[in-house]
């Protein structure tokens, strides 16, 4: 039977949970766009057997507004359709697991779209981790109150928010991360070598191979450390039994889905490693700085000198009680020695490695370890300020302000991301026009994938490239009877003559069409502050 005191505890937990959850449905209910990579979770999951809007070469042709609608939403008749999404996923960039979740939710709604199909989910994943966090703490702290305050901490940090808002696979990495970090933990501290765990191990482990394949990075460097500690300890059995699992893991993606190694070394990962790898110490640097600051604006107010400050004191603090106790302040507790190895070191490699080796320079590439470097810069000011003397309530009461006053600096300077809510305005403005046809005139496609909800509400789209010859072909086919049409060009404001080679193209749709005129369509706005706009050709 529970004690009085452990009780309390998860009724705190699940107070903390609910209010979480209420925060992020209000901030779900905030957000009104998407980036284009959000479409893409929904064309992934629920488009049939097409990965992209074009996959064989459909543009150059009128295509109906439903065409655009079934990219995105389920078609009655292919609910559950697993096989359509893994095909599409191998022919994408990442694992299918996240696409797979959002399937399932929006094959029960099939024909509607929907932000909260994949917020929901999202939402479920942000409350796993942290309870996740929770466990760990306290393996960690030793201490239930400040296990407590740090879920809940990392549970209302803006950081957390921008993982739950943005409508990709982040969050459930985050949540496998975590789960996989607490099953080393309790391999060290329950020392569960048996069947069923070697089993449990496989599972984790695949589940994260499935969601990023940037999970692997953190899976090599966990492994890699955690068998250290076996053979520092001159634990054979268990090494076995432990490397063994994870071999296994591996098997399991090699023989359900060999085309995810395909992925991770034919797609452009290993050349952009290798590029990452090679681009100088002042560039390697200065990537580094740029995703400190990405954490720290995240959890910490842009203020990077309070990870550092924490930092300093659990070095400082490391330093002091080792001066005093010497090599026994590490061999008399060994296991918590590698909780903290395992909690910092691959966590700091994958920040490293991602940091430098991601195709954007965007904190959503270090968001799987966010929680880890939200427990390191959280343990090292407990431990030190502990380690000088400080009481724990004064500990308690000094790391949970400070953060908790970061927490609210992050929200009020930066805002939650990914919530677009100038696109409000934009579909408020684009709906008189809606059932209109309209040519989609762009050198980058994926901007296609980017207005696809705003496409599916339009009568006819015709795509293709904003070329002379393009746009004479489009116009012999424009129904002569239409009194007006839908034209979206590139946003070339930031480049020399911008709005002159915008009115150029406008100018070639008129030359070859019977419209006499044309404007931009008032209050349009870019999600993005430069991106595609609209503009209405008419007679």
Not at 102 to 131: D, G, Q
Not at 414 to 432: F, H, N, S, W
């Given at each position: 039977m529970k004690s009085e005191s452990t009780k309390g505890i998860w009724k705190v937990f699940l107070g903390l949970c609910l209010m979480v959850t209420a925060l992020m449905i209000l901030w779900g209910t905030q957000k009104k766009g998407f980036f284009v990579d959000e479409?893409?979770?929904?064309?992934?999951?629920?488009?049939?057997?097409?990965?992209?809007?074009?996959?064989?070469?459909?543009?150059?042709?009128?295509?109906?507004?439903?065409?655009?609608?079934?990219?995105?939403?389920?078609?009655?008749?292919?609910?559950?359709?697993?096989?359509?999404?893994?095909?599409?996923?191998?022919?994408?960039?990442?694992?299918?697991?996240?696409?797979?979740?959002?399937?399932?939710?929006?094959?029960?709604?099939?024909?509607?779209?929907?932000?909260?199909?994949?917020?929901?989910?999202?939402?479920?994943?942000?409350?796993?981790?942290?309870?996740?966090?929770?466990?760990?703490?306290?393996?960690?702290?030793?201490?239930?109150?400040?296990?407590?305050?740090?879920?809940?901490?990392?549970?209302?940090?803006?950081?957390?928010?921008?993982?739950?808002?943005?409508?990709?696979?982040?969050?459930?990495?985050?949540?496998?991360?975590?789960l996989t970090l607490n099953f080393h933990y309790n391999l060290l501290i329950r020392k569960k070598y048996d069947v069923k765990h070697w089993f449990l191990l496989i599972l984790c482990s695949f589940a994260g191979y499935m969601t990023h394949y940037y999970f692997f990075i953190y899976a090599f460097f966990l492994s890699a450390f955690f068998v250290f500690g076996l053979l520092a300890q001159k634990k054979v059995k268990e090494l076995i039994w432990y490397c063994s699992s994870m071999m296994a893991s591996l098997l399991v993606v090699l023989v359900l889905a060999p085309w995810a190694f395909e992925n991770l070394f034919g797609n452009g990962y290993s050349q952009q490693a290798a590029g990452g790898l090679d681009m100088g110490i002042v560039n390697f640097l200065w990537y580094l700085w740029e995703y400190a600051w990405f954490f720290a604006g995240d959890f910490f107010g842009n203020h990077l000198i309070v990870p550092v400050l924490m930092g300093a004191v659990g070095v400082a603090a490391g330093i002091f009680c080792f001066v005093k106790k010497g090599v026994k302040l590490f061999t008399e507790n060994k296991e918590m020695t590698m909780m903290v190895i395992l909690l910092f070191v691959p966590a700091v490699f994958y920040f490293i490695i991602a940091a430098v080796c991601s195709p954007f320079m965007s904190s959503r590439y270090i968001y799987a370890v966010y929680p880890m470097l939200f427990l390191m810069v959280i343990w090292l000011g407990y431990a030190g300020l502990k380690g000088f003397?400080?009481?724990?309530?004064?500990?308690?009461?000094?790391?949970?302000?400070?953060?908790?006053?970061?927490?609210?600096?992050?929200?009020?300077?930066?805002?939650?991301?990914?919530?677009?809510?100038?696109?409000?305005?934009?579909?408020?403005?684009?709906?008189?026009?809606?059932?209109?046809?309209?040519?989609?005139?762009?050198?980058?496609?994926?901007r296609i994938t980017?207005?696809?909800?705003?496409?599916?509400?339009?009568?006819?789209?015709w795509t293709s490239q904003p070329t002379d010859e393009k746009i004479r072909e489009m116009a012999e086919t424009v129904n002569p009877e239409l009194d007006q049409m839908i034209i979206y060009v590139e946003d070339m404001w930031p480049e020399a003559n911008g709005q002159e080679k915008m009115d150029n193209i406008l100018k070639d749709v008129i030359k070859y069409t019977d419209f006499n005129n044309y404007e931009r369509i008032p209050d349009y706005v870019s999600n993005y502050g430069y991106g595609l706009v609209a503009y209405r050709v008419y007679k």
């Open positions: 479409e893409w979770s929904y064309g992934l999951a629920n488009s049939y057997y097409r990965p992209h809007i074009y996959w064989n070469g459909l543009e150059d042709q009128w295509e109906p507004g439903s065409y655009f609608e079934e990219y995105i939403e389920v078609d009655k008749g292919e609910q559950f359709r697993y096989d359509s999404v893994v095909y599409n996923l191998k022919n994408d960039a990442h694992p299918p697991l996240f696409f797979m979740v959002l399937h399932t939710v929006s094959s029960f709604f099939p024909e509607t779209f929907s932000k909260w199909y994949a917020l929901a989910p999202n939402i479920l994943y942000c409350l796993v981790a942290m309870f996740l966090v929770l466990r760990i703490s306290q393996k960690l702290f030793r201490s239930n109150r400040m296990a407590l305050l740090t879920a809940g901490l990392w549970g209302f940090a803006l950081g957390t928010a921008n993982m739950v808002v943005y409508l990709r696979m982040y969050m459930m990495s985050a949540m496998f991360a975590l003397g400080v009481t724990e309530k004064k500990v308690l009461a000094g790391v949970g302000a400070l953060t908790m006053v970061c927490t609210l600096v992050s929200y009020s300077d930066a805002g939650v991301d990914y919530l677009y809510q100038r696109q409000e305005q934009t579909y408020e403005a684009m709906e008189p026009y809606y059932g209109s046809d309209c040519a989609f005139l762009s050198y980058n496609y994926y980017e207005k696809c909800d705003e496409l599916s509400h339009m009568n006819r789209v």
